[in-house]
């Protein structure tokens, strides 16, 4: 979540001023073993309509449970990010309802992480500082957040360039890093609006494949936003389809692969014919929505 810089991580808290500070908890590893009990999202009948009449998003209603990985699969502009933004807080449905873990979004909160498709990193702190923001504004202290930055950055690979500044990392370190910050408060849901869609095909599939790797660590709910139906289908537990503008969900779609994903996993028949049902349901609705334009016209 975007914040003001106010020089906070120059302050040092009293366990600081100590010699032995305890490690920070770690996020709970390995869902096999931790059940995931936090994330529990609820979308209901959420309408967004903006000014001018224009509706972004229509009767939405969708439940993911807590350490469901859901993508959310449409067409560019049929709300997508209007919706994520609900769950994140920084859009306010015009009818309906988010709750997370049974309380209602009102705002955003440290519960939610948010990844956006262009790096909002701060150009002027170093890597590891930009992840330790988020803690550090949760009163951590200097100590536990920069522990927490360096635990997350180990997790991205991304532990060599620690106090490097964002200015000299590839795109693909930049949305690495911020994935770290966004994970750096340990938030039970973490939303992803295209994270990877400016990428290069070999970063982004090793991305993805580090992403299902932290997932998989983590214990963690994640709404990914996309329109690419490889992604999609690579990724997700579940594919929420979108239909053009105004977006409404379409079609609710399992994805019955095994776990952990690689490659290879695309000439799986499962993969194959996943991804023709998502192609199909996209194909109509690009017409849908070309007709509406010339309709317009
Ligand atoms: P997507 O992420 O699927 O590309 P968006 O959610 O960004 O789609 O946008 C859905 C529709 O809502 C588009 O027609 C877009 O122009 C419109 N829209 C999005 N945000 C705003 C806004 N803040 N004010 C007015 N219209 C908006
Ligand atoms: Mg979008």
Redesign the pocket.
């Known amino acids: 979540m975007t914040t003001m810089n106010t020089g906070i991580d120059d302050q040092i808290t009293d366990a600081e001023a100590g010699a032995e500070v305890p490690d920070p908890p770690l996020p709970k590893m390995h869902r096999q073993l931790h059940p995931v009990l936090k994330g529990h999202v609820e979308i209901e009948h959420v309408t967004v309509e903006?000014?001018d009449n224009?509706v972004?998003v229509k009767e939405a209603s969708l439940e993911v449970k807590p350490g469901e990985f859901v993508c959310l699969l449409?067409p560019?502009?049929?709300?997508?990010?209007?919706l994520l933004n609900c769950v994140a807080g920084f859009v306010k449905p015009t009818v309906g309802s988010v709750k997370l873990d049974g309380a209602r979004v009102t705002k955003p909160g440290p519960d939610r992480g948010m990844v956006f498709q262009q790096h909002s990193l701060f150009p002027w702190k170093t890597v590891k500082d930009n992840v330790a923001f988020g803690p550090l504004m949760a009163q951590q202290g200097k100590h536990t957040a920069d522990k927490v930055a360096r635990t997350l950055l180990g997790m991205v690979g991304l532990s060599a360039y620690e106090n490097s500044f964002p200015g000299v990392l590839s795109g693909g370190m930049k949305q690495r890093v911020g994935i770290a910050r966004a994970l750096a408060n340990y938030p039970n849901v973490l939303l992803m609006d295209e994270p990877f869609g400016a990428l290069d095909a070999q970063t982004r599939a090793m991305m993805q494949e580090n992403l299902l790797q932290i997932w998989g660590e983590f214990g963690i709910t994640v709404i990914f936003v996309t329109h690419d139906i490889d992604e999609a289908v690579f990724l997700a537990d579940r594919i929420i389809v979108m239909s053009a503008?105004p977006g409404r969900l379409i079609a609710d779609i399992k994805v019955d692969l095994p776990r952990p994903r690689a490659a290879e996993v695309v000439s799986n028949e499962h993969y194959i014919a996943t991804k023709r049902r998502c192609m199909d349901l996209i194909r109509a609705e690009s017409l849908r929505a070309f007709a509406q334009q010339d309709d317009r016209a």
């Open positions: 903006f000014k224009v972004a449409g560019s502009g049929c709300g997508k990010s209007t503008s």
